[in-house]
């Protein structure tokens, strides 16, 4: 990554003895993890030998590392593995004081300070960009109260998504969030980052279901009557709000109150099968007007993406194997989960769902039955039946869940989408928001760039995303690996056309260190130099998370197109 644009405003320290030393004194040996000073590593040799997370990797090059420098590696590099940072060291604070102590350290010595959660972000935000230190919140996992009658629950940053929602669970209530990353994010990082995800249709923004955060300011200050329990309080600015979606460029979060959901007892998924985008967004409206209290989410893909799904993953099946005249020209799929909260409600959810399907599609039976119910069908239509005539036909076909092990795979075609590019070679990932009937052209846009370059053979332009609050995920998958060429054919591309079109060029993967000049597109530059005094104001000695999110420089020259 060129990083030549950010100018040195702030000269960070190079880290010495003396600061390792005064870490080990705050937390503890055990929980700093360095390189700096090399004789204290020889104590640590490892015992057993420690293999990181990894897909395969040739793991043997750690042989001759120490511990620490094993797991530094893993903390520097993303879940992409696209960016690298090179911090000599991890710190794992385990209380708001520990924390405290270390930023107001790291603010009186000017050295860089990089928050890490689960590191599953997608825009290198939560990996350093040099060599700041890495502030890990891991072990601030715990679930500190759950109230029964208010539906509160306050944790530690480090609380592993799927971990509080299973603690949750365990009450009839589960978290009003859920992110294909759910078994490794942590709620510390999708507050910093307001992360969107599937079920947002339903629940509403973090910004709505936050209720308050314990923070931790650059120079040490803890923050903690932001901590707040109220559902309402209308006392001054509301301040927690600056901090989600800060992406820890202003504060450290170190605790969050979440208004928790009551947990569905049931649910139903049906997929169906589109010919046209265009139908694709109608189906979503009459979706919103007839399931809406039971909508949880409304998803879309299209066919490169299920099919990349299922060349790539084991246990990915195609949900309408019958290869006949009306599956040629299926483009695209609509995931909808629906909901309820009793399970004594679901065969009437069920009944709803079924006759919903049926009106909006040309068969009008579940696509995985056999082939002789269609025909008396299509007969019964060509004579001239009223009803059957009239209805739109907004689906070629439909496949409804029989029961959650069956709607858990049929959901697994749209959630583990981003898995499956993972392994299947490189990936160029985007995450736009956009008009929601333009939402697709932005797709068959890239694919036209690449097919006039004759690139088309190398690359897949796949099309998925929460059809919902219209967020597209745009992603250029490339089996040989990385290429200078295709980046170039698709940026600035993207953002040039999501910013004429009045879109969005981060929906909610957030800006990091991979879009932060981006920051200047469709936004005035009086509204960027206010989000910099906001910036300065909180971190005057810009120790937090530098060179992310906010570019610390004016704007670029406008780009020739």
Known sequence: MNHHHHHHHHPYKVLSDDDIDFFIRAIGAENVAQTVVTKRNEKKKKKTPYVPESDNDDNNSNDNKSE?????????????KKYFGKSKCA???R??????????????????VCPQGGNTGLVGGAVPVFDEVILSLKRMNSVLSIDDITGVCVCEAGVVLEELDDALMRRGMCVPLDLGAKGKCQIGGNVSTNAGGLRLVKYGSLRGTVLGLEVVLADGTVLSSLLRENRKDNTGYDLKQLFIGAEGTLGIVTKVAILASRAPEARIVTIFACDTFRKVVHLMVEVKKRLAENLSAVEFFDHESLKLTVDTLPGAKDPFPYADDLKTNIQFYVAVETTVNEKAMESRLRANVLNFARSVCVLAEDGRKSRGKFVSILQKKFRGDEAERNKPNLAQRFVISENEKHANELWNLRERISVALKYAGAVYKYDVSLPTIKMYELVERMRERFAERRM???VKVLGYGH????????NISRKEGPCKDTLAMIEPFVYE???????SVSAEHGLGAMKVQELWRGKDAEEVRLMQRVKNMFDPRGILNPHKMIPSSSPPLPSKL
């Open 456 to 458: 088309d053979d190398k």
């Open 68 to 80: 620490d420098e094993v797991l530094l590696i893993e903390l520097n590099t993303d879940w992409q």
């Open 467 to 474: 059809l919902g609050d219209g967020n597209l995920h745009l």
């Open 95 to 112: 209380t708001s004081e520990e924390v405290s102590e270390i930023l107001r350290y790291c603010h009186e010595n000017h050295i860089a």
């Open 497 to 503: 056309y999501v910013t004429e079109h009045k879109g």
């Open 91 to 93: 710190l794992f604070p």
